[in-house]
């Protein structure tokens, strides 16, 4: 009885193994087909994938890398309007901290504008594009009203008592969060209405911007607006001939108008593209001989933080737009090209991240500000450098200026707020 008992267990006990077997064997496959599917439908690397130097493709090290450059660039540039700006305040009269007080509350302002636009609704930005672009307008218009200010013959500002700003900067950011808005909608009626139909109103909106600020003979803001336009059209699906055809009607109708109508602003451009005469040095080459002096000066590593010559009442605009050559001179070869990596990190970090968004709103967002800031920086280091002539841009988040500050701090805000649209980021951050 014993082992006829025996003998009954043991068949029952291999069918169990077996059956566990099939089932496990069964459930295996599906776990896995599961696994493909899911790879497949995200369509990005998994964390694992993020080894060495692929780093720098992993989204949360872009998000991470992103702040801390934006913090890195907003430090650095309060010490380096200090260090520009302190002679010229003594010889005014004033404290030597005055300038570099006066960045520190606006960028203090700005940090608080940009932490409450990291936390904003993305619906909202969609939303309020069209009416904050209407502002941009509005306030670009009063700089031809007796409330506008002239700036090195610039009618780009507006002043209240003793507060003063530029609106363009405002308008800036509008492009890039309206642009994305009608460009989309336009996209989606091109097949039935045509490119030109299609288009029109996002492409009155650009012209208009950019009206506005040529008119104020602001030519280097003028080229940040058409390089945001330029950049948000061409993801916008807008056809590439007919942006290369309107582009070139457009830049000989901006020489024929605004260049060889203005001996100035031509006596500028030919400046940088001929040799100076005695006379030049002394005038329209003046500011930008002393600025390759100072880079020459600097060397591999610098003559030492503070110890600049040149901005010893030498280079106009030492703590402003030329900025980047006291620090080519102070803190050297080394010390710029730390500069320029932290652009490079920036703008980086912010293609990596729209190039994995879904969200199309948020991609194209992001690299309009790219395009401002990047484009911005790169144009502000070849006027040093001689490449391009001087056009009284400044340097994002180092030179000093207030309204550029808090602007260059809020749209970092929003870029962080459209980078956290990916999930990963947002996870991630949510986790700390």
Same mark, same amino acid.
């Given at each position: 009885?014993?082992?006829?008992?025996?003998?009954?267990?043991?068949?029952?006990?291999?069918?169990?193994?077996?059956?566990?077997?099939?089932?496990?064997?069964?459930?295996?496959?599906?776990?896995?087909?599961?696994?493909?599917?899911?790879?497949?439908?995200?369509?990005?690397?998994?964390?694992?994938?993020?080894?060495?130097?692929?780093?720098?493709?992993?989204?949360?090290?872009?998000?991470?890398?992103?702040?801390?450059?934006?913090?890195?660039?907003?430090?650095?540039?309060?010490?380096?309007?200090?260090?520009?700006?302190?002679?010229?305040?003594?010889?005014?009269?004033?404290?030597?901290?005055?300038?570099?007080?006066?960045?520190?509350?606006?960028?203090?302002?700005?940090?608080?504008?940009?932490?409450?636009?990291?936390?904003?609704?993305?619906?909202?930005?969609?939303?309020?594009?069209?009416?904050?672009?209407?502002?941009?307008?509005?306030?670009?218009?009063?700089?031809?009203?007796?409330?506008?200010?002239?700036?090195?013959?610039?009618?780009?500002?507006?002043?209240?008592?003793?507060?003063?700003?530029?609106?363009?900067?405002?308008?800036?950011?509008?492009?890039?969060?309206?642009?994305?808005?009608?460009?989309?909608?336009?996209?989606?009626?091109?097949?039935?209405?045509?490119?030109?139909?299609?288009?029109?109103?996002?492409?009155?909106?650009?012209?208009?911007?950019?009206?506005?600020?040529?008119?104020?003979?602001?030519?280097?803001?003028?080229?940040?607006?058409?390089?945001?336009?330029?950049?948000?059209?061409?993801?916008?699906?807008?056809?590439?001939?007919?942006?290369?055809?309107?582009?070139? %009607? $457009?830049?000989?109708? @901006?020489?024929?108008?605004? #260049? =060889? /109508?203005?001996?100035?602003? !031509?006596?500028?451009? *030919?400046?940088?593209?001929?040799?100076?005469?005695?006379?030049?040095?002394?005038?329209?080459?003046?500011?930008?001989?002393?600025?390759?002096?100072?880079?020459?000066?600097?060397?591999?590593?610098?003559?030492?933080?503070?110890?600049?010559?040149?901005?010893?009442?030498?280079?106009?605009?030492?703590?402003?737009?030329?900025?980047?050559?006291?620090?080519?001179?102070?803190?050297?070869?080394?010390?710029?090209?730390?500069?320029?990596?932290?652009?490079?990190?920036?703008?980086?970090?912010?293609?990596?991240?729209?190039?994995?968004?879904?969200?199309?709103?948020?991609?194209?967002?992001?690299?309009?500000?790219?395009?401002?800031? %990047? $484009?911005?920086?790169? @144009?502000?280091?070849?006027? #040093? =450098? /001689?490449?391009?002539?001087? !056009?009284?841009?400044? *340097?994002?988040?180092?030179?000093?200026?207030?309204?550029?500050?808090?602007?260059?701090?809020?749209?970092?805000?929003?870029?962080?707020?459209?980078?956290?649209?990916?999930?990963?980021?947002?996870?991630?951050?949510?986790?700390?």
């Amino acid at each position: 009885m014993f082992k006829k008992d025996k003998r009954k267990a043991t068949p029952r006990s291999a069918q169990s193994a077996a059956t566990r077997q099939g089932l496990s064997t069964a459930v295996s496959p599906r776990r896995s087909n599961n696994s493909s599917q899911q790879k497949r439908d995200t369509g990005r690397p998994s964390e694992t994938a993020y080894i060495g130097w692929r780093n720098i493709l992993n989204p949360v090290w872009c998000y991470n890398g992103f702040i801390t450059s934006v913090g890195a660039l907003t430090i650095f540039g309060l010490l380096m309007v200090f260090s520009s700006s302190s002679v010229d305040m003594v010889a005014d009269g004033e404290s030597p901290w005055a300038q570099v007080a006066n960045q520190a509350f606006y960028g203090g302002l700005g940090l608080l504008v940009a932490v409450v636009a990291m936390h904003l609704p993305l619906m909202l930005y969609k939303r309020a594009s069209f009416g904050f672009l209407l502002f941009g307008f509005l306030l670009q218009a009063l700089t031809f009203s007796p409330l506008g200010i002239s700036v090195n013959g610039n009618s780009g500002w507006i002043g209240f008592g003793s507060v003063s700003f530029q609106p363009a900067e405002i308008l800036k950011l509008a492009l890039c969060l309206w642009l994305p808005i009608a460009l989309g909608s336009a996209q989606k009626r091109v097949k039935s209405e045509g490119p030109l139909k299609a288009y029109w109103v996002p492409a009155v909106g650009f012209v208009l911007a950019f009206v506005l600020v040529m008119i104020g003979k602001d030519l280097g803001t003028a080229m940040i607006i058409v390089l945001i336009g330029v950049v948000a059209f061409l993801l916008g699906g807008f056809p590439i001939r007919w942006l290369l055809s309107i582009g070139l %009607v $457009g830049a000989v109708g @901006i020489v024929a108008i605004f #260049v =060889l /109508g203005n001996n100035n602003r !031509m006596s500028r451009i *030919l400046a940088a593209y001929k040799p100076c005469t005695a006379s030049d040095a002394q005038g329209v080459c003046y500011q930008s001989i002393h600025g390759l002096y100072a880079m020459a000066s600097g060397g591999l590593t610098g003559v030492g933080l503070g110890n600049s010559r040149e901005k010893w009442n030498y280079l106009p605009e030492a703590h402003n737009d030329f900025i980047f050559a006291v620090i080519g001179e102070e803190l050297g070869f080394v010390g710029a090209c730390m500069v320029i990596l932290a652009f490079v990190v920036m703008g980086w970090c912010l293609i990596r991240v729209a190039w994995l968004s879904r969200d199309g709103y948020a991609r194209m967002v992001m690299v309009g500000i790219a395009a401002w800031i %990047v $484009g911005q920086a790169l @144009i502000n280091i070849c006027v #040093v =450098l /001689g490449i391009l002539p001087v !056009m009284g841009l400044p *340097l994002p988040f180092v030179s000093a200026g207030g309204t550029a500050l808090i602007m260059c701090l809020i749209s970092a805000g929003v870029a962080a707020r459209m980078m956290r649209s990916l999930p990963e980021i947002r996870g991630a951050v949510s986790e700390a």
